[in-house]
């Protein structure tokens, strides 16, 4: 009886170890590689830990190298800008300081690429990954990538990245912004454009089948499309971050950019094929002075606050560091939410979009009065004040009198406190406003406060009918 217990029990331990050996190799199925050459990797995350991968050509950088040195900060940030050859048009004049530095892309005449609508640049675009990964760079926590008309805004894609775990496999990015080209692209990966981010985990895995997984879909256009397929064969599925954008539009993205989501601001791309950011002012001018409200307070950029004058009968919406809205009659949140429709496809439809958009009023007195940024200035205690004019008379004016005091202001004032890059690691929650000098009459300066909404706040007014309508509701028909 001793005996045939002792022999239970060694099966039971033979059993155990087989079953252990076993559960241990399956759970690899569903685990992310834990492994990299970085140092110090419990640091938390800050530029250092980025390595850029910027994809260009000698001919397009002539151009599009104004828009890599408005983020680029030498000495700070890391990476190179990937061409296909050497650049002529330097002649003996030394690479400027204030670019990021290039290398010249390896041949790829020998990869397959069969696309008719395509440019085969693409397959050196999609290699820019393996490329940078194969440098060999220390502490290298994440591998990004854009375009050479790509602009970064640094310190927000630090901020969305920290969210994750650098160890683990991540594949982050955004869509288009446009139906028409997430339906030919797809909706599962992320468009080089806007940038995405890939951590050093799977940078390590994706650059051993790269090359093979780029002759197997020769087949695809863009270079995006071919790491996205790659990404499939690893089983990672794209990481969304709303702040990532491609910007597949044209005209004028004032709407858009006046109605941001509640994210970071992290990336805008295809700036020359979209009117100046800023109207009557360049494009290169126009984005510069959006960096410039960005660097006073990087999380606040583009930051949609909404408030009431009740007095007047007003609604104003607040795009921090951009623009200001303001409506000569009131108006629901949901609607003050939605960005106007001034931009469309890129074959010129009004839409599709991948999100939601109202009408761009031709009638004058169906239309917001705008007004866009002028200065940015600390003020004490951890504050800012940003001023925002109306540059000239860009649109026809109302005639109705009723738009008259609304016309008469020239100027809007907004006092903010610098907003915590804290905020984001938290549920969002957009932020509050209030007309400080909300009386009736004409006025040429309009004073905002932006400021955290108090405990059971919310940003409609307690003005409703039974029917549950605004009871003054006045657009001017």
Not at 157 to 168: C, G
């Amino acid at each position: 009886m001793k005996d045939f217990l002792v022999a239970i029990c060694l099966v039971a331990a033979i059993s155990l170890i087989y079953f252990t050996a076993n559960f241990s190799n399956t759970s690899k199925l569903f685990s992310h590689s834990v492994f990299g050459e970085n140092e110090n990797n419990t640091d938390k995350t800050n530029v250092s830990h980025i390595l850029f991968g910027i994809a260009g050509s000698a001919e397009t950088w002539k151009n599009r190298s104004r828009y890599s040195e408005l983020w680029w900060r030498p000495n700070v940030t890391r990476g190179f800008v990937w061409l296909d050859e050497t650049p002529s048009a330097l002649g003996n004049e030394p690479w400027p300081e204030t670019f990021p530095p290039y290398r010249v892309s390896q041949d790829t005449s020998a990869f397959k690429y069969t696309c008719s609508d395509g440019n085969r640049s693409a397959v050196r675009i999609a290699r820019v990954v393996k490329e940078s990964f194969k440098l060999g760079f220390k502490n290298v926590r994440w591998f990004v990538m854009g375009d050479d008309d790509t602009v970064f805004f640094t310190e927000n894609l630090v901020t969305v990245l920290a969210k994750y775990d650098h160890n683990q496999m991540y594949y982050i990015g955004g869509n288009s912004e446009s139906v028409e080209q997430d339906v030919v692209c797809s909706y599962s990966i992320a468009y080089g454009g806007g940038g995405f981010a890939i951590s050093y985990p799977l940078a390590a895995e994706l650059v051993k089948i790269l090359d093979d997984c780029i002759n197997r879909y020769h087949y695809l256009c863009a270079s995006d499309q071919k790491v996205g397929g790659c990404m499939d064969e690893i089983g990672i599925p794209l990481t969304k971050e709303l702040g990532f954008h491609q910007m597949d539009i044209t005209g004028s993205p004032r709407g858009f950019l006046a109605a941001h989501p509640l994210v970071p601001l992290v990336s805008l791309h295809h700036l020359d094929m979209v009117h100046p950011l800023i109207p009557l002012m360049s494009q290169v001018d126009s984005v510069n002075k959006v960096i410039e409200a960005y660097t006073k307070d990087t999380s606040r950029m583009l930051q949609q606050s909404l408030c009431y004058d009740l007095n007047r009968n007003w609604s104003v919406s607040v795009s921090w560091g951009y623009s200001v809205q303001l409506y000569p009659w009131l108006m629901n949140v949901r609607e003050l939410v939605t960005p106007i429709r001034t931009f469309q496809t890129f074959n010129g439809f009004e839409e599709p979009f991948t999100f939601s958009t109202r009408p761009n009023y031709v009638e004058p007195c169906k239309r917001p009065i705008e007004y866009y940024l002028d200065q940015v200035t600390d003020i004490r205690n951890g504050e800012t004040l940003t001023s925002y004019n109306r540059p000239g008379d860009i649109n026809k004016q109302c005639e109705n009198e009723q738009y008259k005091p609304a016309l008469a202001v020239r100027m809007v004032n907004v006092k903010a406190s610098i907003l915590s890059p804290r905020v984001w690691r938290q549920v969002p929650r957009r932020q509050c406003c209030e007309v400080i000098n909300g009386e009736d009459g004409f006025e040429s300066v309009l004073h905002i406060r932006i400021r955290g909404c108090n405990q059971w706040e919310t940003i409609t007014p307690p003005f409703y009918d039974k029917y549950g309508e605004f009871a003054d509701f006045q657009r001017m028909v």
